[in-house]
């Protein structure tokens, strides 16, 4: 039997370290979300991409992150680039984070993403062409 990934209004959701590969070359755009984990996105993320990422399709990005750095995206950015995608939108903004010395401290930017954040990547969404 074959699972289908959730559908949330119009967009398929897929957990790259779940996920079986999977053809997604008929989607309009491809979005890939991430927390960052030592300064990147999640390694399973990036390998599921890598190898399931269409070529030539436009394609945006999400991250969470305890700090909101431009230079966070260059791995995805690296990706698009190596697989000829449009790169159409990048969205970023705080994520609780215990990575290293945070989770001595019990990490830091609790309670967040909150919910104006949530309601702002849905506009970041929304706003995409």
């Known amino acids: 039997m074959t699972l289908s990934p959730p559908r949330t209004r119009g967009a398929v959701l897929v957990d790259a370290t779940q996920a079986a590969p999977a053809d997604y070359s008929a989607y ?3 979005g890939l979300a991430s927390g960052v984990y030592g300064s990147r996105p999640a390694k ?3 390998e599921y991409a890598k190898e399931n990422l269409p ?3 436009p394609v945006f990005f999400v991250l969470t992150s305890s700090m909101c750095l431009e230079s966070f995206f260059k791995p995805f950015g690296k990706l698009a680039e190596e697989k000829g995608c449009t790169v159409i939108g ?3 903004c705080k994520g ?3 990575f290293g010395p945070f989770k ?3 990490g830091v930017a609790k309670g967040h993403p909150d ?3 949530i309601d702002a990547a849905a506009e970041f969404y929304k706003g995409l062409s």
């Open 90 to 92: 990048r969205y970023q």
């Open 55 to 57: 070529a030539g399709k």
């Open 44 to 46: 399973a993320l990036m």
């Open 115 to 117: 919910q104006s954040e």
């Open 96 to 98: 609780y984070d215990t």
């Open 28 to 30: 309009d755009r491809i």
């Open 104 to 106: 001595l401290v019990g």
